[in-house]
């Protein structure tokens, strides 16, 4: 009986040591599960990590970007108004120009009617100078040829 006692004992003892083996296991796949688990979140949360700091960097860049194109643009558009400014110094100059040139032409149209006017009577003086010594020359001519007359007679 006392046999059978500590036997029965014993196998409620193996049992019970099964039982805690098999929970042993089980606990201890668990634990290697959790484990797996816990490594594959570092790894997500390292990743996520890096990418926040990539995404951190990016937008530092864009922002440093974008205060580029800002300045770019004042630059263009200080640009933009000193082109304006010359052009329209330029624009007027050109018509500074344009009123001298037409003063210039109405000069030199007076000038070339003066001296049209000019030539017109020098022309008619010489004409005139011409004429009279045409005039005169026909009479020295005919001076000789009386004077020969004279003298042949």
Sequence with gaps: ML???MREHLRRKEDQY???VEVKQHLELTF???EVKVKTERNNLNQVYDNCEETK???HKKH???EEIAMLRLEI??????HREKEENYFEDIEILKVKNDDLQKAI???E???TKTISHYTGQLNALTAENTMLNSKLENEKESKQRLEKK
């Design 3 to 5: 046999y059978e006692k």
């Design 18 to 20: 099964s039982k805690e």
């Design 32 to 34: 290697q599960a959790v």
């Design 57 to 59: 960097d990016l937008l």
């Design 64 to 66: 440093m970007l974008q």
């Design 77 to 82: 558009d200080a640009l933009k108004n000193q």
């Design 109 to 111: 149209k007076l000038n």
């Design 113 to 115: 009617e003066s001296l």
